[in-house]
């Protein structure tokens, strides 16, 4: 039910439709602030850089969150919570983190390679401005802002033409991919099998990254799936996380993505939630879900195991 509902919300209306009919992701970290006694903490620069802190920027580590939605939604309030959760899961293991949630260009109003630049410059503000050494970042995206995560590793090793360079001196912490957008496609067996059961519909992931191409062709930066074997072959991550549902439509696309990173990257850990769908983590507290998921088990431990 929960999986037919987003559906029909995504089906039925644009992408401006449901950026005016939902809270943007501002709205909801001034909310949280107010209910928990928090003193907002924007950031916006002129090189595209937005977002706001949970924690002292100052804490030992710090992840940059992108958040999903196809480029064409904001989150919505479970993101906030969810991740805040990971934060106070990791606090109570004795591990201090500063995270930076990052309000990038939604479209119509931006295209590739806005986002992708906002999010490099985003990395870039955190090293320069936060004065943070790359092995005290970690980078952490679903969907949509998984894809802006690979493109960041890609774009650290083979720079854009359509980017400003950002060149760093030692490979950062970590990545955590949850469910990476990394094919556009739909000839994936998953489409099929997975059609009925997840959240997303073909109609829509087909509308949603038009948009976002705007009329260029794809390439390495935006369906990372396509990049060949060797094009991961010393990317600046220690370690990465990758999740996915097992009821997804992109879980074919996922895992071929997967097995050539992971041949350069051995420091790779997947794991594929049972009878999960899309972000399932991010997706089910939206209708009164809360239970723990495989995929927020596996992050919780994997981020304690490794920072503490």
Not at 297 to 305: D, F, G, M, Q, R
């Amino acid at each position: 039910m929960i999986q037919a509902v987003v559906k029909k919300l995504t089906t039925r209306f644009s992408p401006l439709q449901l950026q005016y009919l939902f809270k943007s992701y501002d709205e909801i970290y001034l909310e949280y602030c107010q209910i928990n006694g928090n003193k907002p903490h924007f950031v916006s620069t002129n090189l595209g850089v937005n977002g706001f802190w949970i924690g002292d920027p100052s804490a030992k580590y710090v992840v940059i969150q992108f958040h999903g939605g196809g480029f064409a939604m904001d989150a919505t309030e479970p993101y906030l919570y969810f991740w805040s959760k990971i934060q106070k899961s990791l606090a109570d293991a004795g591990i201090e983190t500063a995270w930076f949630h990052s309000t990038y260009t939604l479209t119509p109003h931006g295209a590739y390679p806005v986002q992708v630049g906002e999010a490099v410059e985003t990395l870039r503000y955190i090293l320069e401005e936060d004065g943070r050494a790359p092995g005290e970042i970690l980078i952490a995206g679903d969907s949509a802002g998984g894809s802006l995560c690979l493109a960041i590793l890609s774009h650290l090793k083979h720079p854009s033409m359509n980017i400003p360079e950002l060149v760093i001196n030692e490979p950062i912490k970590g990545a955590i991919l949850l469910s990476p957008w990394v094919s556009f496609s739909h000839q994936w067996p998953s489409v099929k099998l997975n059609e009925h059961k997840d959240i997303d519909a073909q109609e829509v992931t087909s509308r949603w990254s038009q948009l976002y191409l705007n009329g260029k062709p794809s390439n390495n930066y935006i369906e990372a799936v396509n990049a060949p074997e060797e094009w991961w072959s010393g990317i600046q991550v220690e370690q990465t996380l990758v999740l996915a549902g097992a009821d997804e439509v992109l879980l074919d696309p996922i895992k071929a993505w997967f097995s050539k990173f992971e041949k350069s990257n051995p420091n790779t850990t997947i794991v594929v939630g049972r009878n999960e769908c899309h972000v399932a983590p991010l997706i089910w507290p939206l209708f009164g879900d809360f239970h723990e998921t495989e995929q927020e088990s596996a992050i919780k431990h994997w981020l304690i195991e490794r920072l503490g």
